[in-house]
């Protein structure tokens, strides 16, 4: 079977075609503003890509467009496939139908954490010799690909609450049926699609609807949107998780003070079960694995099992990903765009690095950031970084000084890509940690900054 696949390059788009494809179906697929890693992944699975949303790239005729949730009305070859009567299908559904149906589906949800939460569940289960599918917003290291098929019963996936398809608006998780569903925390967020917190509960009580009485939903049971998601109505057994522990919490954790969460203790119901040794920091990784171990449990895998995996699991690129080192300057990449994962994110890098200058740069990027809804948030969030720089491209849509001037002297700002490494260049100094936070390219400001400081030796 030959799938066209619109809108390919985004992770979860490019994770459907490295799975057909392993699925022995022929892929091609059309796409905007490529970029690695998912273009690289695609390149090396030898997949077709066109440049655009052209009409003509649906001749030859292909049996069946798989159609991702950036296209929409207008697009000439939406316009096209709609006169065509080629059969097509949103990404989950074609997913729940061709490859999650006779899966033990663990889905991993949250506003935050889904990606790392799902590679460590994914490694878990390799660990523990079950070989399972996945399909992960992010390049586990332990694998360096996004997706794969597998071997049957499971199938890990990153159960997002971004709508499906224009043609469908329900939440993308719904299509998947898990047995195992973790709920890792809720928060306001895609503020371009829903209007409020309480329609996202909506979504994830719908989600909730569809596990099985014999699954297991692995909960954050610090999280009070949560409970209130499980008030609505819940059918299914479930665990909670909590860093701090708590009355509800089967699972939680213990660590040093002051630590920075690279080592701590597991708890089963307030008893000891384990000690886990990892290379990953912060304490909002702990509470992802903590979720990941009960939801690999609930699988068959033992807790022990699950903690000696941990010590293995090599993080995930773009989160807290060292990507370089030049004149005494370390530039790490990371994914966070929402105020309370660039807080975490900043809070792990300090109790890392120390007395060290920690710069945070942020890019605005994306759809919740640029309607300006977190603006309020973004200071204080940016307040344990040492110097802070933010992009503020012309068409933001609001004043970015709302986010600089609270933060006084320490914060800076920069129209454009060049004028913000030119800044950096002049600014950066010997023993700086930099961490680049972008849910996008950034237009290789990774690269760029290594580049200028390298010029320097």
């Known amino acids: 079977m030959h799938l066209h696949i619109l809108g390919i390059c985004g992770t979860f788009m490019g994770g459907i075609a490295a799975i057909a494809r392993a699925a022995g179906h022929k892929v091609t697929g059309s796409d905007r503003n490529v970029y690695p890693p998912m273009s690289t992944q695609l390149a090396e699975l030898g997949i077709e890509i066109t440049e655009g949303f052209d009409e003509s790239q649906l001749n030859p005729r292909p049996d069946v467009v798989v159609v991702g949730n950036v296209m929409a009305r207008g697009a000439p070859v939406i316009e096209a496939l709609l006169d065509s009567n080629i059969p097509y299908a949103s990404g989950p559904e074609w997913l729940a139908r061709e490859v999650l149906r006779d899966r033990w589906v663990l889905a991993v949800s949250g506003t935050h954490g889904k990606t790392t939460t799902s590679s460590l569940l994914a490694h878990i289960l390799e660990h523990a010799g079950l070989s399972p599918g996945f399909l992960i917003g992010g390049v586990p290291g332990n694998f360096g690909v996004s997706a794969r098929l597998g071997n049957a019963p ?38 371009d699609i829903y209007p409020d917190l309480e329609s996202i509960k909506r979504q994830f009580h719908h989600l ?211 004028a913000l490494l030119d800044d950096l260049d002049a600014h950066l100094r010997e023993g700086d940690q930099v961490l680049v936070m972008s849910n996008g390219g950034f237009g290789g400001l990774h690269r760029k900054l290594l580049e200028r400081l390298r010029a320097r030796l």
Not at 164 to 175: E, G, L, M, N, P
Not at 285 to 301: M, Q, S
Not at 338 to 361: K, M, N, Q, S
Request: glycine share 10%.
């Open 208 to 418: 909730v609807r569809t596990v099985p009485s014999s699954g297991r939903i692995v909960t954050n049971a610090a999280d009070d949107n949560l409970r209130q998601v499980l008030e609505m109505g819940c059918w299914t057994p479930t665990e909670g998780f909590a860093r701090a522990g708590g009355r509800s919490a089967t699972w939680s954790a213990r660590a040093a003070e002051g630590s920075d969460f690279s080592r701590f203790d597991v708890l089963q119901v307030g008893s000891t079960v384990g000690e886990v040794q990892w290379n990953v920091i912060g304490g909002h990784n702990v509470d992802n694995a903590l979720a990941a171990l009960a939801a690999a449990r609930h699988a068959g895998v033992p807790i022990a099992k699950g903690i000696e995996a941990l010590g293995t699991f090599r993080g995930v690129r773009r989160r807290m990903e060292l990507v370089g080192e030049a004149a005494g300057v370390r530039v790490y990449d990371d994914f966070a765009h929402h105020p309370t994962a660039i807080t975490t994110t900043i809070d792990g890098l300090r109790r890392r690095t120390g007395a060290a200058r920690l710069v945070a740069v942020l890019e605005p990027r994306s759809n919740t950031m640029r309607l300006g809804v977190h603006r309020e948030s973004l200071a204080p969030s940016l307040a344990g970084a040492d110097a802070v720089w933010l992009y503020s491209p012309a068409d933001l849509g609001w004043d970015i000084g709302e986010v600089t001037r609270p933060l006084g002297a320490k914060a800076r700002s920069a129209p454009s890509i060049e």
């Open 154 to 191: 499971f199938f890990v996936i990153e159960a997002d609450e971004y709508d499906t398809a224009f043609f469908d608006k329900r939440a993308k998780f719904v299509h998947y049926r898990p047995r195992t569903l973790i709920l890792n925390n809720l928060e306001y967020d895609h503020a």
